[in-house]
């Protein structure tokens, strides 16, 4: 499955319209183009509905979002919906404002998404609504650990059934799931949290890789996010005693450029559950 | 001419004023220092008319749009039109939306453009106009290759006197052009396409150049593109084994902050046709 | 002073709410987490009182403003006054335009401001107001040096104490003061000149010192100072023949990712007058 969803994109050069936050775009830019995809980027509510047509996908990302970028969020969803075009939604810090928490409903309740990514709090707040702009469910503790691992891979699997969709869940312990599998996913480094968009270059790659493998969303998403963790472990074997955060973002990028279905399936720590 | 171009922006620090894009303004800025100009951004149709006056050229790249910037356009290059400065457009995905395809003829109607620098596609679009979204001249083929190349240039110059500007149509060979002459620059790597902006970022070059050298322009930019295609080769003859397309861009921009008029002349693959 | 600021930042995360230019905001992000904090952009007036009441303190960057980012200012700014948060102006070519110039003004009037961080033409414009829009007073010359700098010291500690503020004047030499207590930093490389955004991270930096060390406004924005030049020269010692800007870019965050109270300690070139 890995090698498989990883040479489709690297064979197809899917084209990925990102609406996405002006802190991380380039380096959104910079890893789609390493593993194999194409980027586009446009925002104006007059334009997007043109350039998401000529894309294969389209990756939301709240990040920094605003009243023109909320609108184009909506109108380019809805076009992509129409067009089939797999559409993936990055909720960026929902729950940590009202027009987050509410953009984020509205968009989950508006658009179809094929899969939704955050860390454990955003999921939660989308799984919340707009009720709450700060909530916290109570079954499912905040970190995802080995001991909470059971309740939130039924969580994901609940809110997947529910949104109809595939929930990817990022942190020390990853997961992917529909409604009836879960991926769960142990690469990544601790220290990838300390560079700034490493979510947000995972949401680009996740949906190129939804692209490049139509009707198989889990196992695409699976991939990029075992994609992801392998990288960010490459890069930091590469790591020099000088180095810090801003040359590991070089690395990491640099890893997935080199990657092939080989390096990920030898560092891959993923199983199903 | 290649030395004396470059050495003219070492000497006098052009000013450049960029409306450009968000995904990679910051390299757009790096290389304007690397090369020995100095970058100023604003887009803000309230700001621009004075920005634009203490600079001494502007470079305007249409890479993510909006209402705003567009106005923003407009009323910057007037100002520099009225005050002689040197303007260049980056029709980034001309022919991609109609809101590009219009803006674009708008801008080359209103507005008089020194240089405008795009890759074949988009450079058709503007020799098309605004009837045709995504024009295809079926005179030149897409990619300028050695077949084509007497074909691309013939358009160019034609494209050239009919605007009365300079065209660089930038891809595996170069052309920069004007109605009498063509420069013909085969520096560079196909491996520059893996990074987001290398274009962008030879936009920015071009117009340090156009500002340092008055009443030269196609020399200006026909040196300007063969030091954005020596970088990249340079930069590419430094990657160690792991480097991917991140560390490659550093290490064009590095290239360029390195480059002196002997190793320009020494890397340069131009010829005049 | 400076072990102790520094490691308040290491201990603590704090959280910052940028309102920052797209140039340079990546780098601002990666600065804030490599010294140990921790950035949230949004320049969305609905969106900017939740998010700055969520954080320690706000930077504002007026480098790109536009109609919407100046709203957001105000809007944030006061309601991070109201929390009795630290707040930072970079006043960004303030006095390079007529809005810019207005803008700081009316920022400097309705917002307390803990520093206010820029070169010399930047405060001086800040001191002359709004009435002239490239203020040059002609009792301090335009670059600190070593002849000028008792007469800059005595103008930014009239000006703290005018202000009721924090003056941070960087450049060759750097003076960070209030009313009573000026610190003069001669660390820094020249070469950080060649880079965009240094003085944009110093900002960052400096913001989330004044989070970590509450009441202590003069020596976190002085330690902070110190941190970046100090970055800068270390980062300089790790050039490799090839390198330029784009990797000195790099490397100084680095340097600030590694960066201890000891090594802080052992290249602080900083003094009180």
């Known amino acids: 499955m890995l090698k498989e969803c990883l040479e489709n994109v690297?064979?197809?050069?899917?084209?990925?319209?990102?609406?996405?936050?002006?802190?991380?775009?380039?380096?959104?830019?910079?890893?789609?183009?390493?593993?194999?995809?194409s980027p586009i980027m446009s925002d104006?509510?007059?334009?997007v509905e043109d350039i998401t047509s000529i894309c294969g996908g389209l990756n939301i990302n709240i990040g920094t979002l605003n009243q023109r970028s909320i609108e184009a969020m909506f109108r380019a969803g809805k076009k992509a919906n129409q067009l089939g075009h797999p559409v993936l939604l990055d909720p960026v810090g929902t729950g940590a404002s009202k027009l987050r928490t509410e953009t984020t409903d509205r968009l989950v309740k508006e658009i179809r998404f094929t899969v939704i990514r955050g860390n454990i709090s955003e999921i939660k707040t989308v799984a919340n609504g707009s009720g709450t702009t700060k909530g916290v469910d109570a079954d499912v503790a905040d970190a995802v650990t080995e001991e909470t691992l059971p309740g939130a891979v039924a969580f994901a699997k609940g809110l997947a059934e529910r949104l109809d969709t595939v929930i990817a869940i990022t942190g020390a312990i990853d997961i992917v799931a529909d409604k009836d599998t879960a991926?769960?996913?142990?690469?990544?480094?601790?220290?990838?949290?300390?560079?700034?968009?490493?979510?947000?270059?995972?949401?680009?790659?996740?949906?190129?890789?939804?692209?490049?493998?139509?009707?198989?969303?889990?196992?695409?998403?699976?991939?990029?996010?075992?994609?992801?963790?392998?990288?960010?472990?490459?890069?930091?074997?590469?790591?020099?005693?000088?180095?810090?955060?801003s040359t590991y973002r070089n690395r990491i990028i640099d890893a997935i450029y080199h990657m092939d279905g080989e390096i990920l399936e030898a560092w891959a720590k993923i199983e199903k559950m």
Chains 1, 2, 3 share one sequence.
């Open 44 to 47: 104006e509510p007059e334009d």
């Open 183 to 245: 991926y769960v996913i142990r690469n990544g480094r601790p220290e990838m949290g300390r560079i700034t968009g490493t979510g947000c270059q995972l949401s680009g790659l996740i949906t190129a890789y939804l692209v490049a493998n139509p009707g198989n969303a889990l196992e695409a998403a699976a991939t990029a996010v075992t994609l992801m963790g392998a990288a960010g472990e490459i890069g930091w074997s590469h790591m020099q005693a000088l180095d810090g955060n």
């Open 10 to 37: 690297q064979k197809t050069a899917p084209l990925v319209h990102n609406i996405t936050n002006y802190v991380t775009v380039n380096d959104v830019a910079n890893v789609l183009l390493a593993c194999g995809g």
